[in-house]
Structure formats: C-alpha cells, structure tokens
C-alpha cells in the first residue's frame, strides 16, 4: 500500500515569496502518477498539475511540479493572494487505488 | 467540459445505508471513470471508490465492505451506496470524473452528510 506524506502541514509565507511543498511516498511511484490539487474553504478542490507536471487548463505558470521516485515538489513562484489554500497531492497505483496525501496549508504570514 | 452535480439526504441516522447520486451533464459518459470522494470537516480528502460505464467497480479496501457504486447511463448518473453509517462517516461528499484513469479532473460542489439520530 503506498501511503503518501505531505510536509510541511502549514507553511506560513507573505505574498510575494516562494513556496515549496513536499510530498513523499513510502515506495517508488511514477512522476506521471503523481498529481497536485488546490482548495479552498468551503470549494472542491481543483486540479492543478498532472501527468509528468503538466499544469491543468487555467493554472498559472507559477505553479510547477517537479520530483521523482518517491519524492515530489509543488513549487508556487511568487505567492498571490489567491494562492493561499490547501494542497494535496494524490497518486495512482498499480493496485487500482487512489490515495491522497494529507495536505499542506499555505497561509498568510 | 463535464459538469456534475450530487444529490442526496443531508442527514442520515447511524447504521442506516448513506445514498447519493451525481448527475452528469456534458462531456460522454463513457470517456471517464466515475468516483466518489469524501473529507470529513477539518480533514483531509478520502478516495470511496469508481465505476466505469461499462459497470466495473473499484473500491477502497477500507471501505469496501460497505460500499457500492452504480451506474444508470440512461438518466446519466451515478450513485454511491455506503451501509451501516457512523458518525465516522459524516464528511462532504464530493462526486468526480477520472482523467486519464489516474487523476481527479472534474468535481462536483460537494454534499455535507451527517450522521445522526
């Protein structure tokens, strides 16, 4: 079973900085199962990087994916306002399972 | 682009069966899987399970016992059946489409279940 660990659970920045988000898994997954989603109070969450760190339609350029193995990044460029939200990231497996890692707030400093 | 919408009872008494159906309107039902997800108040996001139009399931081991996914191409929608509720079951219900059979691309709004007496 792959179990997914997310760090740190809050990261606590001003507008403007650069944001780096960890996920690691507890075995060797592939980058292109690894996948990112953003949200906000009270709104579904919403499909940021996918597949081989393909941002999905509408996400800013801010916003990148990177890593391999068992450890992976979101990185946010520069913090806009609207960026402050909880992350998760989320793999498929062989197995047929669809797990999610336990999420990263980003809030204001 | 896909649009889904779930539905349901809001309140539902322990060890009652949980039901809920999401209405799909665009896009073909046969070119996603179809999942439901789940997250507690204050809690992280939790995969139930999917089904494919063609009727084929998959489950979270953890919850598989209870659950049961449907499908009604017909009317164009799906619909989750979880049995014998706690209160350890009262989250918002979010209804999805997989992508590329491995990521979440379409959401619902999601529905707040609780279990109650």
């Known amino acids: 079973e792959i179990v997914l660990t997310q760090s740190p659970g809050t990261l606590s920045l001003s507008p403007g900085e650069r944001a780096t988000l960890s996920c690691r898994a507890n075995?060797?997954?592939?980058?292109?199962?690894l996948v990112w989603y953003q949200q906000k109070p009270g709104q579904a969450p919403r499909l940021l990087i996918y597949?081989?760190?393909r941002r999905a339609t509408g996400v800013p350029d801010r916003f990148s994916g990177s890593g391999s193995g068992t450890d992976f990044t979101l990185t946010i460029s520069r913090l806009e306002p609207e960026d402050f939200a909880v992350y998760y990231c989320q793999q498929y497996g062989s197995s047929r399972v669809f797990t999610f890692g336990p999420g990263t707030k980003v809030d204001i400093k | 682009q896909v649009q889904l919408q779930e539905s349901g009872p809001g309140l539902v008494k322990p060890s009652e069966t949980l039901s809920l159906t999401c209405t799909v309107s665009r896009g073909s039902i046969s070119s996603y899987y179809w999942s439901w997800i789940r997250q507690p108040p204050g809690k992280g996001l939790e995969w139930i399970g999917y089904i494919y139009y063609s009727g084929s399931t998959n489950y979270d081991p953890s919850l598989k016992s209870r659950v049961t996914i449907s499908m009604d191409t017909s009317k164009r929608q799906f619909s989750l059946k979880l049995r014998s509720v706690t209160a350890a079951d009262t989250a918002v219900y979010y209804c999805?489409?997989?992508?590329?059979?491995?990521?979440?691309?379409?959401w619902g709004q999601g529905t707040l279940v609780t279990v109650s007496s």
């Open positions: 075995q060797t997954i592939s980058s292109s199962s």
């Open positions: 597949g081989e760190s």
């Open positions: 999805a489409s997989v992508c590329s059979g491995s990521y979440f691309c379409y």
